[in-house]
């Protein structure tokens, strides 16, 4: 009798794809590491005893008023004033993570809705959209950051919305050539020979076929908040002290030239950033290569060796 062909969903596909990235399995563990340790901030806080703004006067600076360098009370060491920066950087990655996930989300909406509108209405509707996201790109953001904090002040709300407003025109230039291509496929003609309306085709034809750029995008657009986010903290236009900020832990280490006597303040703050950004574009990866429908997997790469080689 012939072997009995089992059925695999595209999802049991991809699945098995990224399961087989050791790479991508090795970020993905330290991305659920960092949200574990980031939603349980307040548990951290309260295992060692340790706020995010306490000053240990006497048991974190040294009798010449310097830092004291990690140890069993201080698993990563003080600041320059005393406090926890174990318990700092848990707070810390809370916030990155908010605003790089959140910011991200927004982007990517904002992004495919109207990349989505340009390419598949193309004419005058694109030609004012693709003018509008050349707009965006040729603000100077810095410039842009620096008018609205003199305005408004500096806050979360405002980091957040900075990030969004320069981040969409990326997903809207990728979604606009992807839907430029699938407008023109035989089952989006087939549709609008049905009679279905503009809505009906956008949202239901194309949009679901925009998934895997869509998902791939917006994961390597967090660490591109991250690092947003912490730059503008670290110019001092970001998250408000004494909140703890990763780019804003980075700066004052900086100005007061503590890191010159304390290495762990610019170590474990800037380390968070690399390992962070790192595994996202790893991931992104991952998922790149685990959503491709023509890859195959690494067995059947191994197998596709020309003659000859070992």
Not at 123 to 139: E, F, K, N, P, T
Not at 151 to 175: A, C, D, E, H, N
Not at 247 to 259: D, P, Q, T
């Amino acid at each position: 009798m012939a072997p009995e062909i089992k059925q695999r969903s595209s999802f049991d596909l991809t699945m098995r794809r990224l399961l087989a990235d050791r790479a991508g399995l090795v970020s993905l563990t330290f991305i659920v590491i960092l949200v574990v340790m980031a939603i349980g901030a307040d548990g951290i806080a309260a295992l060692t005893g340790h706020s995010a703004i306490a000053q240990f006067r006497d048991t974190g600076l040294t009798p010449t008023g310097l830092p004291v360098p990690p140890s069993g009370e201080f698993l990563f060491g003080t600041d320059q004033i005393g406090r926890d920066l174990f318990v700092r950087l848990a707070y810390g990655a809370r916030i990155s993570l908010a605003i790089g996930m959140v910011a991200s989300l927004l982007a990517a909406a904002i992004g495919v809705t109207i990349g989505l509108v340009a390419g598949y209405f193309g004419g005058w509707v694109d030609a004012v959209l693709g003018r509008v996201m050349d707009l965006v790109m040729s603000i100077p953001v810095l410039l842009c950051m620096l008018s609205l904090v003199a305005v408004f002040g500096p806050s979360v709300s405002l980091s957040l919305s900075v990030i969004v407003f320069f981040s969409w025109t990326t997903m809207g230039r990728v979604i606009r050539g992807q839907v430029l291509s699938l407008k023109e496929r035989e089952f989006v003609l087939a549709s609008r020979s049905m009679g279905a309306g503009h809505f009906s085709i956008m949202f239901t034809d194309i949009l679901p076929n925009l998934g895997a750029p869509i998902i791939i995008y917006t994961t390597m657009m967090v660490p591109t908040s991250i690092i947003f986010e912490a730059t503008l903290s670290f110019l001092g236009l970001g998250i408000v002290p004494p909140a703890p900020s990763w780019g804003g832990m980075l700066a004052e280490a900086a100005n007061n030239s503590i890191y010159m006597f304390a290495w762990w303040l610019v170590l474990f703050p800037g380390l968070a950033l690399l390992l962070t950004t790192l595994s996202f574009n790893i991931l992104g990866d991952a998922l790149r290569d685990a959503l491709d429908p023509a890859n195959k997997g690494p067995k059947a790469a191994k197998a596709k060796k020309p003659a000859g080689v070992a």
